[in-house]
């Protein structure tokens, strides 16, 4: 009877998610009634109590708003000119170079933001005039630009692998230290694509200006702010000077003091960068309470230890088990935004992957690079919708269209991973 509680419930939640209910809400409703149901009303709202009073009081989770309000006054600080400007220089010379140092600056830009709304929101209002000033395809162009945002969650700090880390007890550290090599993998797989293409076809994306060796120089000066703050954050935790909470509040503090010392810091920019913070990391943390209480209730019913007991039993190949999770993932990104789809999938697939054996660190990296695919594919895809709502001009389809080729190429990465897993665990193996 509990078992089918438990599958009933979750197919209830993936119809509340269909009919457009918030997730947040889909699944408190749905993690509410079934407790109601399994254990009366009192002590459902127990549950909510005592999950949402452990969350709120665990010292971890207080990285999360840290590393958001971190991204936010770096936007802010109008550092992402800087970058944008430094690789332009460096790269602008290549084919499709403009675009090449677009993907670049994202993955450095998030090496002081773990959300990558704020990359794609950010080097979009810097990126796309240009392109369009150098009669760059747009589609590619605008493609290129939002699937290069989406390495900004994995490359450290990352927001996503905080929640991860937190939600299966995984080594943050380990993880974005893990982070770090897939993350310029993928860079180094975008640029080479848009180079390629470029080449064939050079009217999609002609080459930059051109720069003396001396000017590239003196613009590496403007972006040391980044190797700064990122050099303490990550220096600090890969030496094991900070914890994930305390690097966060070190991180913080870096940003504040270097957008200061360049004075492109107001108190006015710190207000703004406080309330979107308040409001981004308010629906994390209710999705995240939510999440919690369903997956009191999914083990209470024993769906999850169903769902293992029927794989072991199939004598399925664990690779065969794998591709089916991720396939899952890759379906569930096309309606869910990120954060839902770690939270709503992890307290199914977690227990169903380690149990097979995998490293749950580099189960997190492959994880992350699955919602990767959740900001760019449709319907969902707040990656093209944060893209198209700033720039004004680009419809969704142009962007959806444009980042199809990135979204194959995303897939190849995470298929060399799987063939490859210590690509993955050598840098986070050597901490």
Request: proline fraction near 5%; aromatic fraction near 12%.
């Amino acid at each position: 009877m509990a078992h089918l509680l438990g599958y009933t419930s979750f197919a209830f939640l993936l119809l509340l998610i269909a009919l457009g209910v918030p997730i947040a809400w889909a699944i408190s409703i749905v993690a509410f009634s079934g407790m109601t149901l399994l254990f009366g009303f009192s002590q459902a709202i127990a549950q909510f109590y005592t999950t949402a009073f452990n969350t709120a009081g665990e010292f971890l989770f207080a990285s999360i708003p840290l590393f958001i309000y971190m991204g936010l006054i770096v936007s802010y600080a109008r550092i992402g000119e800087d970058l944008y400007d430094a690789m332009y220089k460096w790269f602008g010379r290549l084919p499709g170079g403009l675009l090449v140092a677009s993907v670049v600056s994202c993955t450095m830009f998030g090496a002081v933001t773990g959300v990558s709304s704020a990359a794609v929101g950010t080097m979009s209002k810097i990126v796309l005039p240009e392109m369009r000033r150098y009669n760059y395809d747009i589609k590619m162009a605008s493609g290129g630009l939002a699937s290069a945002a989406t390495i900004a969650i994995m490359i450290p700090p990352s927001v996503l692998l905080i929640l991860y880390g937190l939600w299966t007890e995984t080594s943050i550290g380990k993880l974005f230290i893990a982070g770090i090599v897939p993350g310029l993998i993928l860079t180094l797989a975008f640029s080479l694509y848009i180079m390629a293409r470029c080449t064939l076809s050079p009217e999609l994306g002609r080459a930059g200006d051109a720069f003396p060796l001396r000017e590239k120089v003196q613009s590496l000066l403007k972006i040391t702010p980044i190797f700064v703050i990122f050099g303490v954050v990550i220096g600090g935790l890969y030496v094991g000077w900070f914890t994930p909470g305390e690097a966060a509040a070190v991180g913080v503090l870096s940003t504040i003091a270097v957008a200061t010392a360049m004075r492109r810091l107001s108190l006015n920019h710190l207000w703004e960068a406080a309330k979107q913070t308040v409001q981004l990391s308010g629906m994390i943390f209710a999705v995240l309470i939510s999440a919690s209480v369903l997956a009191r209730f999914l083990a209470a019913t024993q769906v999850t230890s169903s769902v293992i007991g029927i794989i072991d039993t199939s004598d399925l190949p664990d690779l065969v088990v794998l591709l089916a999770v991720l396939g899952v993932l890759l379906l569930l990104g096309c309606v869910l935004d990120s954060f839902g789809m770690i939270l709503l999938t992890l307290p199914f697939i977690f227990p169903v992957v380690t149990s097979l054996g995998y490293d749950p660190i580099w189960f997190g990296i492959i994880l992350v690079l699955m919602t990767e695919l959740a900001l760019i594919t449709p319907p969902v895809g707040m990656n093209v919708f944060v893209l198209a709502k700033v720039d004004g001009q680009l419809s969704l389809g142009e962007i959806f269209a444009g980042v199809t080729p990135f979204v194959v190429i995303t897939l190849l990465v995470i298929a060399t991973f799987i063939a490859f897993p210590g690509i993955v665990t050598w840098l986070p193996s050597r901490m």
